[in-house]
């Protein structure tokens, strides 16, 4: 039981389609985060969300769309991908608030949903 | 803005002995944090070790340490008594204070022979 579950663990989409990957964390903690990774390249950092508030959104194309409900559960919408989408995506959460806290706190991820784009 | 620079794309050691891993950071703040994840295949990144940039003393788990080099911007890992389940993809991580922003090196593939 990793505590941070992604669904699906894999997944092929073609560039028309609508898709969502879903996240849920069994933590309780209260921020919650999407990365990409693409082979030999660092994490970049997609959203961040903190009490189910958008905090950070670093340049992300609007064919990728968070979504966070509540504080347990994330979610991020993919529509007219392109080929160079294709990553694996992971999820991560915190205990630590987005702003103001200076906490060292780690992140716990999950298993990440790898994407292919046709 | 910061950069996390590691430039051992991969790395071998046998088993049992001792690797270090490397890792820069470009930073102009004064207070971080830094961080070793491990990725084995299963995907799930686990953290190995964290260090405050405030404390000058190297933090330590069990066979994990660091070599922080705060005036250096160096923030090296060294692994002692390799075992198989080591293997795995190790990556750097810089977090500036008061920021949600964690940014991550490029990884380092460590192989582990028998």
């Known amino acids: 039981e990793t505590g941070v579950t992604q669904t699906p663990r894999h997944l092929v989409m073609g560039m028309t389609n609508k898709k969502s990957l879903k996240c849920e964390q069994h933590?309780?903690?209260?921020?919650m985060y999407w990365y990409k990774q693409s082979a030999k390249k660092p994490l970049e950092l997609m959203f961040v969300y903190s009490l189910e508030e958008r905090v950070e959104n670093n340049s992300v194309p609007s064919r990728f769309s968070p979504e966070c409900p509540n504080s347990s559960h994330l979610f991020l919408h993919l529509h007219t991908l392109q080929p160079e989408d294709s990553a694996l995506y992971l999820c991560?959460?915190?205990?630590?608030?987005?702003f103001g806290q200076g906490y060292n706190e780690k992140l716990f991820f999950g298993s990440g949903t790898q994407l292919s784009v046709l | 803005a910061q950069t996390v620079t590691q430039s051992q794309p991969e790395m071998s050691v046998q088993e049992a002995e001792t690797v270090t891993l490397s890792c820069t950071y470009d930073t102009s703040e004064s207070d971080y944090y830094l961080f070793w994840y491990k990725q084995p295949p299963s995907r799930q990144m686990i953290l190995v070790i964290r260090?405050?940039?405030?404390?000058?003393q190297n933090a330590t788990e069990n066979r994990f340490s660091v070599n922080f080099q705060k005036a250096a911007k160096s923030f090296s890992l060294k692994i002692s008594d390799s075992q198989l389940g080591d293997a795995a993809m190790y990556f750097c991580?810089?977090?500036?204070?008061?920021?949600?922003?964690?940014?991550f090196g490029a990884g380092t593939r460590l192989t582990v022979k028998p």
């Open positions: 933590l309780g903690h209260n921020a």
């Open positions: 991580a810089y977090r500036r204070y008061n920021n949600n922003d964690m940014r």
């Open positions: 260090q405050e940039a405030y404390k000058q």
């Open positions: 991560a959460s915190s205990q630590s608030p987005a």
